[in-house]
């Protein structure tokens, strides 16, 4: 059993994100037995959720851009996807395997129009909060356990934020998969650990 002021941080272990879906990472349903059992062991567990109107501007279609291309946005380059986690439908719903009820909190990110937010903390701008910050501090966390989808994007920006943030950031790399998409997951572990972030199995 994880300590009182251990947190457990689920991210993105949505439909579409898992074999079949619409950005689909190799392996992704995998995960889900692991991470169920994770939920038992921690006082406080989040889930996120990537939540996207339906006109995003991480779109590529929008772009009229490939995907996986990168554009400039106002707030810096940006990665262009597929049409994804548009809310309120399947793709967007966790995996059906995902036992989402004993979640404390579920945190819905990227549901403004002109900024994709990839970290659970900060919109892709790195300044417009999400709030969970202050929600893990004011329930007593400082230490936080990542898992989820994908280890090299909303996985390892969530935990870098963190580890800013003043928590202490640890990441299940088993309990993750990666897109690397042109040697991001190297650069994503590379970052991770420049942060502070502790990556373990
Ligand atoms: C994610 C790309 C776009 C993720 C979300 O959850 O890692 N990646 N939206
Ligand atoms: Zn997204």
Known sequence: MADASEALIVIDIQNDFCPGGALA?????????????????YPVTVLTQDWHPEEHSSFAVLHDEPA??????PYGAQTLWPVHCVWGTPGAAFHPALNVDPADLILRKGFRAHVD???????NDRRTPTGLAGYLRERGISDLTFVGLALDFCVAWSAIDAA???FRARVLEGACRAIDLNGSLAAARDAMRAAGVTLAK
Do not use: C, H, W
């Open 25 to 41: 990472v190799a392996g992704g349903d995998e995960i889900v037995p692991r991470v169920n059992a994770l939920m038992q062991e």
């Open 68 to 73: 996986f291309s990168t554009v400039e946005m």
């Open 117 to 123: 937010s990839y970290s659970a903390f900060f919109e």
């Open 164 to 166: 800013k943030l003043g």
